[in-house]
């Protein structure tokens, strides 16, 4: 890490186990991460049904932006003559931004790729437009964001290895010229690693953007459909290799279970839309596992969502008035749903920091993994 | 006021001006309600959108509740199990309910009224039910609301004198017998004044309600399709009529301008759906009169809703952040824009109070109809 970097990682405590778990500090221009550290979403400048305060309230420490829907709206411009994303969103804490590489290869009507871009039509309007490593660099610079992410090329769970070969080909290059276009003294770049299912490809990737020096390492491509083992072994690889001083971030991990093995291997930082598409889907978190508000038996239950959680809703909400919100198409059930979800994950983070530092990470992931079952 | 009444009203200021208009405090079992008061509508056991917390940062001291909507949804008993309707929507102010009577009369699709009650069919599910006064009292005492309203029957602005007159007389019987129904130490019972459009009528039926001694009065039948002429008649005649020491309630009103002028009038409590129906809309209430936010305009401003506005909204969100979060369907935009219009009403009320103890009143009348006629 450079002296004068605007991002850096300290380890904080590797705890009893001798394993690759580790509690850190994040520090950023708009403030200090305890990792592991899981980021919420705020795809279109917004954490569904948040306020900033309300989300400052779930714990969580630092949000994500998603370059690709915030370019196309309303557009970087208005965003960077608000000042920065921070600004625009009202929200005073860290924000990371992926680049839109993810978005346009997975998401959008896409048109065709080739070594200098992705030319793809937008969700919202059809229109056509093109991103390339420049141009994602550009956007997140004026987003503001305090980390900013290279824009790759991710491939699907299943590609061969003919094709992720020269997808990686193409990541590596894209990361270069993302290094050569980033111009930001308050906006650290991280690499992100691809290599697909291949042990050794993922080695070599990492090795090449290992060589590049980031202040941080991404792991993309997981998270696509593979399976638990095949992630996890992954993610073992990585561990062995990956520069022990400077963050991970697995991208789009995941349930609370992936979350607790992806720690023990050594990753600092997740993101993951599970938490707040459940509370669209009126599916709740607790310390019993999984509940649909939705299902009849709720309508006269005084208790809160989960007697165990210390968040404003099961503190002052019922079950029963939470049911009654879904059933009378209360806007107000989203909050409270998007609200709970997101504090069950921020006090698992919690419960996970400590656990690393007393050396009982492996009892939490046992009961990660009964809960997970009980699903 | 009998000494041990559940809600007591003091007057404090009248101020030089002379008039009917008074700065009073109306105490109550969950709290103290500065008056004039301006009181956002809970249908449903929330105000669309807002947390308690952000219902009570828009400075709003008491809020109401629907009897009707609450009745068939999620039904009474539930809510008496919660220990009443403040513990279940977890506000822990002041609540008014409504009687249903209203609601009924104009909303449901209405089956049968008689001298006993009225049939009705619920909009939730076509379901037969059956209003009395009695239930309408039962089920608010079961809701536990600090101030609960008679039964009445609510005609149209268009009724005939003949129609009216037979009205006018089922809801004297209807409010005796709410009164013999009513058993609670811990809740008001308002009386809700009829009449139509007819100043002797009015004047007859506020006598005969005035002689049974309610510690309220409301006055209802307003604000359904009448001139502003009228209403402001009406309220002229019952300004000079209605019991000084005791809270007046103007049912249903309104613009911020109808306000002003109710108050003038003596009225300390008011009720609307405007602010929160029309933040549904996107329209705002700003110091330069109304603003829709769904026009293109407001995409690139980079201005608050109203500059003038001491709104956490306003204070860190600008038109094109809020125009960005309606176009992309953001539930946000919600909960920003019922927040800034319910904080709009409650400044105004501010104002008010301020206005009643200065003398300028007027000018503030002057200054809302000259908004008014802008909008």
Redo the contacts between chains.
């Keep these: 890490m450079k002296p004068d970097a605007p991002v850096s990682f300290e380890i904080v405590s590797k705890g009893p186990d001798a394993g690759h778990a580790r509690v850190g500090v994040l520090k950023t221009p708009h403030g200090i991460i305890p990792t592991p550290a899981f980021m919420p979403v705020g795809t279109?400048?917004?954490v569904?049904?948040?306020?900033?305060?309300?989300l400052r309230q779930t714990g969580s420490s630092i949000c994500l932006g998603n370059t690709y829907h915030l370019y196309l709206?309303?557009g970087s411009d208005?965003i960077r003559?608000?000042g920065g994303l921070h600004e625009?969103?009202?929200w005073p804490g860290p924000i990371l931004t992926d680049s839109g590489g993810f978005q346009v290869f997975s998401l959008a009507n896409l048109r065709k790729v080739d070594d200098e871009g992705v030319d793809f039509r937008s969700h919202i309007d059809g229109s056509l437009h093109r991103l390339t490593p420049e141009l994602s660099v550009a956007i997140q610079q004026a987003l503001g964001s305090d980390i900013a992410m290279c824009f790759d090329e991710c491939p699907p769970a299943d590609a061969s290895r003919s094709a992720i070969l020269i997808s990686m080909a193409r990541t590596t290059a894209w990361a270069d010229r993302c290094l050569q276009a980033h111009d930001s003294d308050k906006q650290a770049l991280f690499g992100i690693i691809q290599g697909g299912l291949f042990d050794d490809l993922r080695i070599q990737h990492a090795n090449e953007l290992i060589d590049m020096d980031f202040p941080g390492y991404a792991i993309g491509g997981l998270s696509v459909g593979e399976t638990q083992g095949d992630r996890v072994r992954i993610l073992d690889v990585l561990s062995e290799i990956l520069p022990v001083e400077k963050p991970r971030y697995l991208m789009g991990v995941g349930r609370p279970i992936d979350i607790v093995e992806a720690v023990e291997r050594g990753v600092d930082m997740m993101d993951c839309v599970l938490p707040t598409r459940n509370a669209r889907m009126s599916t709740v978190y607790t310390g019993e596992g999984r509940l649909n508000l939705r299902n009849t038996q709720y309508?006269?239950d005084?208790l809160p969502l989960d007697d165990r959680c210390d968040g404003?809703c099961c503190q002052?909400?019922?079950r029963?008035?939470i049911?009654?919100?879904i059933?009378?198409k209360?806007?107000?059930a989203?909050?409270?749903l998007t609200f709970h979800n997101l504090r069950h994950f921020q006090r698992l983070m919690t419960e996970i920091r400590t656990a690393i530092v007393d050396g009982s990470l492996a009892q939490l992931r046992t009961r990660e993994e009964k809960l997970e079952k009980k699903r």
Excluded: C, D, N, V
């Design positions: 279109q400048g917004t569904k049904g948040l306020t900033p305060e309300l709206r309303p208005i003559l608000h625009f969103m009202g309508r006269s005084l404003f002052h909400f019922s029963a008035y049911s009654h919100l059933h009378a209360e806007l107000l989203h909050t409270i």
